[in-house]
């Protein structure tokens, strides 16, 4: 029985997030920041800045400072490399957010009105989850790179199982449509008639930055600019892909079980 032996050896393995945060951030490159910079840098840098990102992620405020959406960025790290002094690596795992704004770096803010707004008819809506809380994924046109994430959510580090939360085969039986990829003009019926399905309260969360904004694939003639032109989106998670405690952060956000207050 080899796996006795292992487990006797190795101890436990599964995280304690959300009740303690993880030590795997520390290393992660989960996402690109906007460093603070005291001068603004010239239009020929501005440029360059914006021509180097394959997505379109990169661009400048009206005052002329860099800014770069995360729900295009697909963490190529092209600019960290060639522009350090404006752009470096977070470790931070915590990146969904309630509304798509907050994935521009330097943040955007929104009034707090707004947001309150947004938080409470979510809370509101989740209110009868708070045991357990049933997903369906669905894959809409995705590379399969978050696949290989949302299944890890099931293995022993993660074991989602442990806070109530589990997978579902029907959309019938499920809470929360966790929806990769793109979103191709194909699975437009398909996606509709999943949350069709589904019973009230439900909650939709874009995985990835294909789910968000169509990736490098966009503009293109078979997919749309991400699930959001199309589905009623309620968590953003960036990320290409994201890290299973990512996707995990966002399942928590959804159903008021998180620890921060995007």
Known sequence: MPWLSRGLTNGVVTTRYP?????????????????????????DVIANCIDLCPTG????????SLQLDRGSCIVCGFCVQSFPEFFEFSHLLELA?????????????????????????????????????????????????????INALLNPIYDVNRLGIYFSASPRHADIALVSGVGTLGM????????????????????????????????????????????????????????????????????GKDNGTR
């Open 188 to 255: 437009q019926s398909a996606l509709e008639d999943t949350l069709e399905a589904m019973p009230e309260p439900k909650v939709v969360i874009a995985v990835g930055t294909d789910a968000i904004a169509g990736g490098l694939v966009h503009p293109s003639y078979s997919t749309y600019a991400g699930i959001g032109t199309s589905l009623p989106v309620d968590i953003w998670v960036p990320g290409s892909p994201p890290s299973p405690f990512t996707i995990l952060h966002a399942i928590l956000l959804a159903i």
């Open 57 to 64: 992620a990169i661009s400048s405020t009206d005052q002329g």
């Open 19 to 43: 009740r303690r945060n993880d030590d795997y951030g520390k290393t992660f490159k989960a996402a690109v920041s906007v460093r603070v910079h005291e001068t603004k840098p010239d239009h």
């Open 97 to 149: 957010a309630s509304s798509k704004k907050q994935l521009m770096m330097p943040y955007i803010e929104e009034s707090a009105e707004n947001l309150q707004a947004i938080r409470s008819e979510l809370a509101e809506r989740v209110r009868s989850l708070k045991r357990s809380v049933h997903i369906r994924h669905i894959d809409a046109g995705s590379d399969g790179s978050e696949e290989w994430e």
